[in-house]
Structures are given as structure tokens and as C-alpha cells.
């Protein structure tokens, strides 16, 4: 059904594309709803983004890359560790981590054995 709603709004790449990626588009459906509310919006590297954006907001101009690079990662990690629950406000768990990445992977495609590498 939105296959033939993007053809009939003359989006043929997007209608091609879903046919080929149905499966992946739909993986979040085999997760528990307990899981699915962390995974079905970008909402967390729009934070993450943001984030970045208000830290390097404030140094006009870096004196190398690497020093970016570090205030970056160093962000990062603070906010992994916040969402991993170092500072006791666990965005996830790491169970529910676990549960993600087995559905992702059963979900993924496999590769064709009959293909030569």
C-alpha cells in the first residue's frame, strides 16, 4: 500500500528502495514495547547533536582539530556514561541493550552463501 502511494506520486526511488528495505523498515516491530519507544525516533542524536553544537558554540575558533576532537569525545563519553547509567539516570539498560542488538541482528540480511566474495 505505501509502495503504490509513492508511484502514484511519481517517487519511484523511495518506492524501489522500500521494497528492497521492507524488512529493516519493520525491525522495530519485533522488539518489546518496552524497547521500542527508545529506538523508533532519532530524538537521541538530535540530543547529541545539540550538545556538541552548545560546547563548540563556545570557543570560537580551535587551535588544532585535535583539540576539537577531544572536547568532543570528551563529551561523548560523559554522555555514554549518563545514558549507560554510571551517574544513576539510565536512559537504557544494558539488558534492553541486548534485547535491541539480537532483534537487529536477526532482522539483518544474511549473506548469500551461494555469492562468492
Known sequence: MAVSLF?????DKLADWLEE?????????????????????????E?????????TRLI???????SLLRL???RLMDLSDE???????????PEKLEII???????APQPNPNIAA
Open 7 to 11: 508511484r502514484e506520486k511519481k517517487q
Open 21 to 45: 528495505n521492507i524488512e529493516q523498515c519493520l525491525t522495530i516491530i519485533d522488539c518489546p514495547a518496552e524497547v521500542q519507544r527508545y529506538i523508533r525516533t532519532s530524538n537521541i542524536m
Open 47 to 55: 540530543c547529541v547533536n545539540s550538545q556538541l553544537k552548545k560546547r
Open 60 to 66: 570560537p575558533v580551535f587551535p588544532s582539530e585535535a
Open 72 to 74: 568532543l569525545t570528551a
Open 83 to 93: 545514558w549507560e547509567g554510571n551517574y544513576g539516570r539510565a536512559y537504557i539498560s
Open 101 to 107: 542488538a539480537e532483534v537487529l541482528k536477526a532482522a
